[in-house]
């Protein structure tokens, strides 16, 4: 792994005091419902009728939107798929990649503990509309 997973309290941190900028890779859906302020939205996979389906351009629109030393935290709805997202954009070359635990809304255990609080239940600032140039769309045409 060539990447560090860091709680949300200290992603937050590392964008107000290092630089970093926050990639949620939620489905469309999940980030407008409700992201970190700020955050750009690169889904790695999209909600299909059938459920979640791959985003093939993913990576490529990650590396047209960052260079590859760009400060990222990546971060999804409770960590499964930003660890996945962090692997391939590591193996992808980029450098500066952190994975934020407990995504946004939070990790549980299989008896519903709470084993890693999110970014929503930290009470970090949210928002339900991307800044302009941060969504999708917007990035899928660079």
């Not at 859906?29 to 889904?43: L, M, T, Y």
């Not at 030393?69 to 930003?82: E, F, L, N, T």
């Not at 962090?86 to 500066?96: D, I």
Request: aromatic letters at 8%.
């Amino acid at each position: 792994m060539t990447f560090k997973q860091v709680g949300a309290k200290d992603a937050h941190s590392l964008i107000e005091n290092d630089g970093y900028v926050y990639v949620d890779i939620r489905s469309l859906p999940e980030f407008d419902a409700g992201h970190p302020k700020g955050a750009f939205n690169v889904p790695l996979m999209h909600m299909g009728a059938g459920g979640m389906e791959p985003n093939n351009d993913f990576l490529s629109v990650m590396q047209k939107a960052f260079t590859a030393d760009q400060k990222i935290i990546i971060g999804c709805k409770a960590g499964g798929r930003s660890l996945k997202a962090a692997q391939l954009l590591s193996a992808a070359g980029f450098t500066n990649i952190v994975d934020q635990k407990g995504g946004f809304s939070g990790q549980t255990d299989p008896f519903g503990r709470v084993v890693e609080r999110g970014w929503s239940t930290e009470s970090l600032p949210c928002s339900t509309a991307p800044e302009a140039g941060h969504d999708y769309a917007t990035l899928s045409r660079r």
